[in-house]
């Protein structure tokens, strides 16, 4: 597997050679991919090379090293469903299978259909998104969720994106994204490559421009989503939204269906991954606090829904209440997805 290291991003364009499935749990779990679908992606890649190094003899020890190795992937990142969701798939492919030979063939094929699905479902989502943006105006956005965090298109960049492409004309603004980075050196070379003109915000200047008028709206990608349609997003997400809500501007949120968990009733339920400290107490290796000083690092939080104005699937463009417009989304795709199977 060829991945384009996110960690060393955007000053080094640097492609890693992952041979192994420990070495692509090891690139997620140290975010040289990261972005709730692709690291979905590159979860299913990994599952078909644990199947293609396995020497097992038989059926049931090859399946008895994938359930190892799948739930050493899924513990790389906790908070992203996409990571599990993709695991799943690629498990109940390898169980409807009866020869190991078959088994490896079809994960390999299942992983490159999950990076197809991917794109398509992104391009779906800007298509039913595009609507909601702006012609005029600011629209803010947070973290990276554009190709870097999917296999391609994006998904909040992706809106932005199609918003754009469909004529609409609007100030991007993105933020730093403390303490990781991601949206300055992400998504800021992101719309770089694109030809979209995009200012840099640093987290905290994002209420006072709210507040002056500037943002017509917020968008931002998700890493899980409850039933009832709180949201798990960077950290920092909640922060944006509730400032919304305070400044009276609409707050989007959009991601394919496969981040929506309905087996979670609230958002109170996501486990949020804790960081190491030296992300915060650090940059690039160089301190920037006493030595000693305790830091909290929690890479997400969750937005209650009563925050979030629409959440864009690849199906709709679901509006209050989530517990019914979530559900009727994921079950369009799971129809939508085993009629591609049926006829395929
Ligand atoms: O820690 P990261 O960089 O993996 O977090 C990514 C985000 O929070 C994104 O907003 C989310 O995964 C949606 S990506 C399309």
């Not at 040289?32 to 599952?47: D, E």
């Not at 050493?72 to 990142?77: D, G, H, K, L, T």
């Not at 100030?171 to 993105?174: E, I, P, W």
């Not at 039933?227 to 922060?239: F, L, M, P, V, W």
């Given at each position: 597997m060829?991945?384009?290291?996110?960690?060393?991003?955007?000053?080094?364009?640097?492609?890693?050679?992952?041979?192994?499935?420990?070495?692509?749990?090891?690139?997620?779990?140290g975010m040289?991919?990261?972005?709730?679908?692709?690291?979905?992606?590159?979860?299913?890649?990994?599952?078909a090379?644990?199947?293609?190094?396995?020497?097992s003899?038989?059926?049931?020890?090859?399946?008895?090293?994938?359930?190892r190795?799948a739930?050493?992937?899924?513990?790389?990142?906790?908070?992203?469903?996409n990571?599990?969701?993709?695991?799943?798939?690629?498990?109940?492919?390898?169980?409807?299978?009866?020869?190991?030979?078959?088994?490896?063939?079809?994960?390999?094929?299942?992983?490159k259909?999950?990076?197809?699905?991917?794109?398509?479902?992104?391009?779906?989502?800007?298509?039913?998104?595009?609507?909601?943006?702006?012609?005029?105006?600011?629209?803010?956005?947070?973290?990276n969720?554009?190709?870097?965090?999917?296999?391609?298109?994006?998904?909040?960049?992706?809106?932005?994106?199609?918003?754009?492409?469909?004529?609409?004309?609007f100030?991007?603004?993105?933020t730093?994204?403390?303490?990781?980075?991601?949206g300055?050196?992400?998504t800021?070379?992101?719309?770089q490559?694109?030809?979209?003109?995009?200012?840099?915000?640093?987290d905290?200047?994002?209420?006072?421009l709210m507040?002056?008028?500037?943002?017509?709206?917020?968008?931002?990608?998700?890493?899980?989503?409850?039933?009832?349609?709180?949201?798990?997003?960077?950290?920092?997400?909640?922060?944006?939204a509730?400032l919304a809500?305070?400044?009276?501007?609409?707050?989007?949120?959009?991601?394919?269906?496969?981040?929506?968990?309905?087996?979670?009733?609230?958002g109170?339920?996501?486990?949020?991954?804790?960081?190491?400290?030296?992300?915060?107490?650090?940059?690039?290796?160089?301190?920037?606090?006493?030595?000693?000083?305790?830091?909290?690092?929690?890479?997400?939080?969750?937005?209650?829904?009563?925050?979030?104005?629409a959440?864009?699937?690849?199906?709709?463009?679901?509006?209050?209440?989530?517990?019914?417009?979530?559900?009727?989304?994921?079950?369009?795709?799971?129809g939508?997805?085993?009629?591609?199977?049926?006829?395929?």
């Open positions: 060829r991945l384009l290291d996110q960690t060393k991003l955007p000053l080094e364009q640097v492609v890693v050679e992952i041979a192994t499935w420990q070495g692509a749990a090891a690139a997620i779990r040289q991919v990261r972005g709730a679908p692709a690291i979905g992606v590159t979860a299913g890649y990994a599952v090379m644990a199947a293609m190094e396995d020497s003899p038989d059926r049931e020890g090859l399946l008895a090293n994938l359930a190795a739930a050493e992937i899924v513990a790389a990142r906790p908070t992203a469903v990571l599990q969701w993709a695991v799943k798939r690629m498990l109940q492919v390898a169980e409807s299978e009866r020869e190991p030979e078959a088994i490896k063939a079809r994960l390999l094929a299942e992983a259909r999950i990076q197809e699905e991917d794109e398509t479902i992104n391009r779906k989502m800007g298509e039913l998104g595009k609507e909601l943006m702006p012609d005029g105006g600011g629209v803010l956005t947070h973290c969720t554009g190709a870097l965090a999917t296999s391609a298109f994006g998904t909040a960049l992706g809106v932005i994106r199609a918003g754009w492409e469909s004529g609409r004309r100030q991007v603004f993105n730093e994204t403390r303490p990781f980075l991601q300055a050196r992400l800021s070379w992101e719309f490559q694109l030809g979209i003109p995009s200012t840099l915000l640093v905290s200047a994002a209420g006072m507040r002056r008028g500037g943002i017509s709206c917020v968008i931002t990608g998700a890493d899980r989503i409850a039933a009832n349609g709180d949201t798990a997003n960077k950290i920092g997400t909640y922060s944006l509730v809500k305070e400044n009276a501007i609409p707050f989007y949120v959009a991601a394919p269906t496969s981040t929506v968990d309905l087996s979670l009733k609230t109170d339920e996501i486990q949020i991954e804790e960081r190491p400290q030296e992300e915060v107490t650090h940059f690039q290796g160089v301190a920037t606090a006493p030595p000693g000083v305790p830091a909290l690092n929690p890479s997400f939080d969750v937005t209650p829904s009563r925050y979030i104005t959440i864009v699937t690849e199906e709709a463009v679901c509006r209050p209440p989530y517990v019914q417009s979530l559900k009727e989304s994921v079950k369009l795709a799971v939508a997805s085993a009629g591609v199977r049926g006829s395929g």
